[in-house]
Structure formats: C-alpha cells, structure tokens
C-alpha cells in the first residue's frame, strides 16, 4: 500500500507530472502580486496608522514558488513535508481536479494530518 496521496491520484488518474505543470502555472507572480508586495512594503515604512492596517488587510500575494519535483517525490514517499508545501500540492491538486470537472478535496484527503495537540495529547492519553 502507498502513500494517502499516491493512492488519491492512481484513483483519480492523475499523473504526477501535471500536478508540478499545474503549481508553476498557478504560483506564478502576476503584476497584481507585486503591486501587493509594493503597497506593504510602502505601508511599512510610513509611519500612518491606517496605511499600515489597510496593507495587513490586503489580499495575499502568490507566493511565486511551486512544487518541485523534490516536493513531490518525497510528498509520494511519505516523507515529511512542511505546511505551504502541502498547501501548495492541494492547490495543484484541485486545479486539476477542476480541470475534469470533479470536485474539490480537502488536505485530509492527500495527506494523514496529525490531531490536534501533537505529543502533548499523546502524553495525556497514556498517563490517563
């Protein structure tokens, strides 16, 4: 048995080499992502207060880095991937998904996420 995301996309028959074309499409930056970037970094070095809420309250730029090929391989692994990674493969995902007209996942169904609370649930239950 694979990995929750290798077997999600042998169901789904999606190849691995379209979720990596799919992220450099979507995390590219745009001009609207540096015109954001810009009004911050602006906001920031003002001192006026409403500057500086009216660019934490702007909508977030692309982050400009999609999935490697690294990521991927080791996302099929089961190897420990960080949170935008994640986040990053998902969007891939359901673009694509989109693509073939079905509906969007959640990152439970890609990935196993851990429970809340981490070791210190873990700790509770056994002393419990």
């Given at each position: 048995m694979g990995t929750k995301i290798e077997d999600f996309l042998k169901e789904k028959k999606i190849d691995p080499r379209r979720i990596l074309a799919a992220s450099v499409k979507l995390e590219r930056l745009r001009p609207?992502?540096?015109?954001?970037r810009l009004t911050k970094r602006l906001a920031r070095g003002s001192e006026d207060a409403a500057k500086k809420k009216e660019a934490a309250s702007a909508?977030?730029?692309?982050s400009g880095r999609p999935v490697t090929d690294r990521t991927l391989n080791a996302a099929l692994q089961g190897k420990p991937i960080s949170g935008p990674a994640k986040t990053r493969l998902l969007r891939a995902v359901n673009r694509i998904l989109e693509?073939?007209?079905?509906e969007q996942v959640g990152l439970s169904?890609?990935?196993d996420l851990p429970k809340k609370g981490g070791a210190a649930?873990?700790?509770a239950?056994?002393?419990g």
């Open positions: 609207e992502d540096r015109s954001i909508k977030k730029p692309r693509q073939k007209k079905q169904a890609l990935f649930a873990e700790g239950e056994a002393a």
